[in-house]
């Protein structure tokens, strides 16, 4: 009874394609793609906010002072042309030596 079947699937994609009309589904798809990739993003960025005030915390100051000076950082653009979304970003560290 709670389960949705093959048929309710086509139905429901039936009444979105008559309701948005198959002209506007492809920008529809790219503007929730851009969306979900936002999110993305940004709670990737509340981690790594969240995971380097923890370090400072524990860590204290002395630990910034010894440290090599960090390069500036890159920004990544959310689409081709989106200046106003756009945001510095954090490179991936290696951390293996060897």
């Known amino acids: 009874m709670g389960q949705i079947s093959a048929w309710q699937l086509l139905l429901v994609v039936g ?3 008559i309701v948005f009309g198959a002209k506007r589904l ?3 798809a790219r503007a929730l793609g851009k969306s979900l990739r936002i ?8 981690r790594t906010d969240g995971n380097d005030n923890a370090q ?3 860590a204290g100051d002395t630990a910034q002072s010894t440290a ?4 500036a950082p890159r920004t990544i653009q959310a689409a081709p ?3 106003s979304s756009a945001r510095p970003v954090d490179e991936p ?3 293996s030596q060897g």
């Open 15 to 17: 009444i979105i394609v």
């Open 26 to 28: 492809p920008d529809t």
């Open 39 to 46: 999110l993305k993003s940004e709670t990737a960025a509340l």
């Open 56 to 58: 400072k915390d524990s």
């Open 68 to 71: 090599e000076p960090q390069p």
């Open 81 to 83: 042309g989106d200046v």
């Open 93 to 95: 560290r290696n951390t």
